[in-house]
């Protein structure tokens, strides 16, 4: 339960005193009701109308940090009816991905309401880094280590890993980490069928400082205060 007024300021169509006015001159109903008086109680469920003009709401930021299974596609709705990664979570916010994963690719994938630390953390210039583990169908072979290492231009721009390993070599088949700070659509593929390998699967294991924990796939959780500040902190 707040006061109305504060509500009402909070809100950010007027100050407290302007607000207070506006109740003492009769011209904020609540529920449909003309309430004078000051220090009335509301709550979030209750409808606040100034000159008949419903109070817009201020929105609950909220920020999740989801593991992705595959066959679900990052967007909010998809005219195919394909299951999307905002049904996954269980909100009542507008949420919307982070930047986006493929339809097959699993992992780290972060959601939220708040435009500007998406934005933030999509713009190219704050360069997040983000880990994924592929496997990639046959032998990388150290000299394609050795040139992926130095960087490998796809569509004119360079793209330089900022961190390179590889897990595990296979029969026909080699797992590989590669952290870039690209946020290109289909990069890490691009990149390696530029090498002549195609990526038969592809999970992010890691996004800036957040990385899944425990999470299984399908599973997510909320980000803490801290690291959301964390978060608006990277430069
Ligand atoms: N790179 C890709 O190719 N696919 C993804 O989903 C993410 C990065």
Same mark, same amino acid.
């Given at each position: 339960?707040?006061?109305?007024?504060?509500?009402?300021?909070?809100?950010?169509?007027?100050?407290?005193?302007?607000?207070?006015?506006?109740?003492?001159?009769?011209?904020?109903?609540?529920?449909?009701?003309?309430?004078?008086?000051?220090?009335?109680?509301?709550?979030?469920?209750?409808?606040?109308?100034?000159?008949?003009?419903?109070?817009?709401?201020?929105?609950?930021?909220?920020?999740?940090?989801?593991?992705?299974?595959?066959?679900?596609?990052?967007?909010?709705?998809?005219?195919?009816?394909?299951?999307?990664?905002?049904?996954?979570?269980?909100?009542?916010?507008?949420?919307?991905?982070?930047?986006?994963?493929?339809?097959?690719?699993?992992?780290?994938? &972060?959601?939220?309401?708040?435009? +500007?630390?998406?934005?933030?953390?999509?713009?190219?210039?704050? =360069? @997040?880094? /983000?880990? #994924?583990?592929?496997?990639i169908e046959g032998i990388l072979t150290p000299s394609e280590f050795y040139q992926l290492k130095?960087?490998?231009?796809?569509?004119?721009?360079?793209?330089?890993?900022?961190?390179?390993?590889v897990?595990?070599k296979?029969?026909n088949?080699t797992?590989v980490?590669?952290?870039?700070?690209?946020?290109?659509?289909?990069?890490?593929?691009?990149?390696f069928?530029?090498l002549g390998h195609?990526?038969?699967?592809?999970?992010?294991?890691?996004?800036?400082? &957040?990385?899944?924990?425990?999470? +299984?796939?399908?599973?997510?959780?909320?980000?803490?205060?801290? =690291? @959301?500040? /964390?978060? #608006?902190?990277?430069?």
């Amino acid at each position: 339960m707040e006061r109305l007024q504060k509500i009402i300021a909070n809100s950010g169509v007027t100050s407290r005193r302007k607000a207070e006015e506006l109740i003492l001159k009769g011209r904020v109903k609540v529920n449909g009701e003309v309430i004078c008086t000051l220090g009335t109680k509301v709550t979030e469920n209750d409808t606040i109308f100034i000159d008949d003009v419903p109070l817009e709401k201020k929105e609950k930021k909220v920020y999740y940090l989801l593991n992705k299974p595959r066959g679900v596609i990052s967007t909010v709705f998809d005219d195919k009816n394909r299951k999307t990664v905002v049904s996954l979570i269980d909100t009542e916010e507008r949420i919307y991905p982070i930047g986006r994963l493929d339809y097959d690719t699993t992992g780290l994938l &972060l959601l939220t309401n708040d435009g +500007k630390l998406a934005n933030l953390l999509m713009h190219p210039k704050n =360069e @997040v880094e /983000k880990t #994924y583990i592929a496997k990639i169908e046959g032998i990388l072979t150290p000299s394609e280590f050795y040139q992926l290492k130095k960087g490998i231009t796809i569509e004119d721009r360079k793209v330089i890993p900022t961190h390179l390993k590889v897990r595990k070599k296979e029969e026909n088949s080699t797992i590989v980490e590669i952290s870039i700070v690209e946020g290109r659509n289909h990069i890490v593929k691009k990149i390696f069928a530029s090498l002549g390998h195609d990526v038969q699967k592809l999970k992010r294991e890691s996004y800036a400082f &957040l990385s899944l924990g425990n999470l +299984k796939s399908g599973e997510y959780r909320e980000l803490s205060l801290k =690291e @959301v500040k /964390k978060l #608006y902190s990277l430069k």
